[in-house]
């Protein structure tokens, strides 16, 4: 009793230190005029469009989520990681490789940072980059089809966390390891991490026209935590920034052992200068193994390669490459302002915020003001790095964005809020409470040098009571600030997918007028289309059977068919004839083990079945498609695997 | 009659611009298609106002028993009118010149609008018995076959002019840029017409 009543004071106590401005927002939310007001600035009327795409990462979903801002609506679920029964994506026959690694096919990961591909350092929408942090991969989402075309697998990487973040022109998308482990993989034991344990940078080139990915470099460091990261700008531009923890190199109870350090430090890369060393020959290639998959509009189908070695760089044999800047208390996000000259170092055990100037970090390394070494690295001079520190600005921040204003935005995770800061002055402008437990935040564009510093978008871990209650289990929530003002204002509550761990947004019309409506039918290069109706057809190839099947309202083509046997693997190859936008088909088999197919318009898809049961067994369209969609069925006939039955198929015969 | 000649010849060349433009545009649109789908009717055929229209237009035709739009090779008018359109505008400009020169008289002028307007009228009279077909002729296996209150039989017939509520579309059936520039054409040759004549009555 006695101590409860003492955590509750300090909880006061706390609250009233850190909250002083809070109080009247704090009691009830926002009521009366001041939420008429809100409501009107969240109101997108029947059939307007929002101003705003804001791509939500669904973390333990393995997903990608599409709302609109300001009206929170939720649009799509974009699958990347995870299978997903609702279209088939990781069932079907053509997204299989999709999700194979170098472990073999993984149904699920855990999907962190969006980034949109950027060009000169503003929004450009091409693509959407996410990494699964799980099982070490970089996911490429294609902005005209909203679909996953590329995934490329990070060797040597355990935990990929300081991912996937973009170069000012999407030169590179990045990746850090948080685990260390041993590189390359070996049986050892594991109280011999330190020195031993090794954790990778890895640099994915991005080509210019076509997106494609390929691991450029890995940078081999010291077997440090690497947290988070993002890309220097301006004129910072050509580095990179990662911070660390763990720099205690402990392997056990890690929220101990991996405190002590008073500073941690940010790892400063300069990545232009590796990649000259690479490109006249420098590095080294190691054995590896890692999947590349990459999905083709036009075949519909992904390949999935296996590649054997990776190129990698031992820090230590670059001089002047890498850099370490000491950064009190195990700083988590690691966030560089729009002009590129302020890295902002949030310190997660601690109240206060660390700011270091890009200029004064080459000015200390041009004047060799070094302070030690990490396993060769140079150490700069906490001093000489800093530019200034938010003092007590909250309790255990986060992650930091920017408006483009000059002001920034720190989530604080212990005190659940939101403070504005300038960035010049360092002094604290605002502060707004989150419900609850805040994590990212999101301003549009805020990983650029251009951000849109219209709304904030705070995304909670914790939800408890703001929503209707649905079990033990509930969506975490997110909420929506009007930051266009000095005070920040909130809007909108409204539940997330998944666990989001940050987001990217980006106003609508730099990406809505290429989202794309149909796939041509006269384009789709699939192996197994049936492009003109008169070819639909069954084949058998021993216990395999090939159905060629095409689907237009209202009907399947054949739509019976006869001579399969119990025993047979028939693959439903079914190509969707409509050319006219949001007409989809879908296709179920009773007791198909696997999923149903969700076909777009000119798509081919295919989808396995294993008939086990002698009988007539029907299948049919799962997406209302038309005012005849109960009649879009079909029969197989299957008889006993000794049966002598020949194939035939048919439409609109008796 | 110089400038009278100019004046037709100008006009009849109008007629050319058939071969670039539609003639006549039909737009369709439903709850369900906030951008209406269309076919443009050109002298040479019938294209859909956006790429995937006339398949479209079919996909629902059927439900209701129509026939496909025909493709050019299907209907003897996409071969006769453009040499009716293109004879016209030849036989306008042979009038003009020779009007130009003074060796006809201004009446051919309105002869030839006369005979343009008499031809027009015929195909204006052949579109419409096609909208009718099109329209009437339905397949008596039509998935869904609608009736009138009264328990007649509906049918399609698309406006020749107008706008139209049919089931769940509304349909918009105007003149395009072709027809215009004829309907201009045609009132060229008028101007001509009175022009070479006042240029007729001071020169003779």
């Known amino acids: 009793m006695k101590n409860s009543i003492l955590y509750i004071f300090s909880l006061i106590i706390s609250a009233s230190f850190f909250s002083c401005n809070n109080s009247e927002n704090s009691k009830n939310g926002d009521r009366g005029a001041l939420a008429s007001s809100a409501a009107e600035k969240v109101y997108v009327a029947p059939g307007e469009h929002d101003d705003f795409y804001a791509f939500i990462s669904g973390g333990y979903s393995g997903n990608l989520t599409v709302y609109g801002l300001p009206s929170g609506r939720m649009f799509k679920e974009i699958p990347v990681f995870s299978q997903f029964p609702t279209s088939g994506y990781g069932y079907s026959e053509e997204t299989k490789p999709m999700l194979n690694t170098s472990h073999g096919f993984i149904p699920w990961d855990d999907s962190h940072h969006p980034d949109i591909s950027q060009t000169e350092g503003k929004l450009d929408g091409r693509w959407i980059f996410i990494n699964g942090n799980n099982t070490p991969r970089i996911a490429k989402i294609d902005l005209k089809t909203f679909e996953t075309t590329e995934i490329i697998e990070v060797p040597n990487s355990a935990g990929n966390h300081s991912s996937s973040f973009v170069t000012e022109n999407t030169e590179y998308v990045v990746a850090g390891t948080r685990f260390s482990v041993p590189v390359p993989q ?82 400063a890369v300069n990545w232009k200068k590796i990649e000259e060393y690479v490109n006249n020959g420098g590095g080294k290639m190691m054995p590896a193994e890692y999947a590349h998959n990459v999905y083709d509009d036009h075949t519909h189908t992904a390949t999935s ?88 600005a909250g309790l255990g921040p986060l992650h930091t964005e920017f408006d483009g204003k000059g002001n920034a935005y720190t989530t604080f995770f212990i005190s659940s809020e939101l403070v504005k800061w300038n960035v010049e002055t360092q002094e604290v402008i605002d502060r707004q409470p989150n419900y609850y437990s805040v994590g990212h935040v999101m301003i549009p564009g805020g990983n650029s040098a251009h951000p849109f510093g219209k709304y904030a978008v705070s995304m909670n871990k914790i939800t408890k009571d703001r929503y209707l209650p649905t079990g033990p289990e509930l969506e975490h929530s997110a909420q929506l600030f009007d930051i266009s003002g000095d005070k920040m204002e909130l ?46 057809r069954v084949e058998r190839d021993g216990n395999e059977v090939h159905v060629y099947m095409t689907m237009i309202r209202s009907h399947f083509t054949p739509d019976n068919i006869e001579g399969i046997k119990v025993g047979d693997k028939v693959y439903f190859h079914i190509t969707n004839h409509e050319q006219d936008f949001d007409v989809p088909h879908g296709f179920a088999m009773i007791g198909a083990n696997n999923a149903e197919l969700l076909i777009m318009p000119g798509q081919t898809k295919t989808l396995t079945w294993e008939p086990k049961k002698v009988g007539v067994w029907p299948f049919y369209c799962t997406d209302f498609c038309s005012a005849l969609h109960q009649e879009m069925q079909g029969y197989i006939r299957v008889s006993p695997k000794d049966s002598n039955i020949d194939l035939s198929w048919s439409l609109g015969e008796d | ?77 996409f071969e006769v009118f453009p040499i009716v359109i293109g004879g016209m505008a030849a036989l306008g400009v042979i009038i003009g010149i020779l009007g130009f020169f003074g060796k006809l008289s201004y009446k051919w002028f309105l002869g030839w609008l006369i005979l343009t307007s008499v031809l027009g009228i015929l195909g204006m009279y052949d579109f419409n018995n096609w909208l009718t077909e099109y329209g009437t002729d339905l397949d008596p296996n039509a998935i869904m076959k609608m009736t009138h209150p009264d328990g007649t039989p509906m049918t399609y017939k698309p406006p020749l002019f107008g706008h139209q509520k049919m089931l769940n579309f509304d349909v918009d059936s105007w003149p395009h840029t072709g027809a215009y520039m004829l309907f201009a054409g045609m009132a060229l040759s008028l101007i001509a017409f009175f022009i070479g004549k006042k240029e007729w009555e001071t020169n003779n």
């Open chain 1, 186 to 267: 070996q049986d050892m034991p594991i109280n011999e991490y330190k020195g031993k344990f090794k954790g990778t940078l890895s640099f994915i080139s991005v080509a210019p026209e076509t997106g494609r990915m390929n691991i450029k470099f890995q940078l081999i460091m010291p077997g440090f935590d690497y947290d988070l990261s993002h890309p220097g700008r301006g004129k910072s531009h050509g580095w990179f920034f990662f911070t660390t923890y763990n720099t205690e190199e402990a392997n056990t109870l890690l929220e101990v052992n991996a405190s002590q350090n008073d500073k941690d430090f940010i790892a």
């Open chain 1, 305 to 392: 390669t296996m590649k054997k070695e990776v190129l990698t760089v031992d820090p230590t044999e670059v001089p002047g490459a890498v850099f370490l800047l000491p950064t009190p208390k195990s700083p988590h996000g690691c966030d560089v302002d729009p002009s590129g000259e302020y890295i902002i170092g949030n310190g997660k055990l601690s109240a206060d915020l660390t700011i270091h100037s890009f200029t004064k970090m080459i000015d200390a390394i041009e004047n060799k003001r070094f302070d030690g070494d990490a396993y060769g690295i140079p150490i700069l001079k906490f001093e000489d790095v800093l530019a200034g520190t938010v003092k007590q």
């Open chain 1, 491 to 536: 809007l909108l509550d409204f539940p997330t997918h998944g666990e989001p761990h940050y987001a990217a947004g980006i106003p609508a019309e730099i990406i809505k007028e290429n989202s794309q409506k149909i796939y041509k039918l006269a384009e789709n290069k699939h192996e197994y289309a049936t492009i003109a109706n008169g070819d639909a």
């Open chain 2, 1 to 77: 009659m110089k400038k009278a000649g100019i004046i037709m010849i100008l006009g009849s060349l109008l007629l050319l611009g058939l071969f670039k433009f539609p003639l006549w545009n039909i737009m369709l649109g439903a709850p369900q298609y906030p951008d209406p789908m269309g076919m443009n009717i050109y002298i040479t055929g019938i294209e859909g106002v956006n790429e995937f229209d006339i398949q479209n237009i079919d996909g629902l035709n059927h439900y209701i028993g129509m026939k496909k739009i025909p493709k050019p090779e299907e209907m003897w008018e």
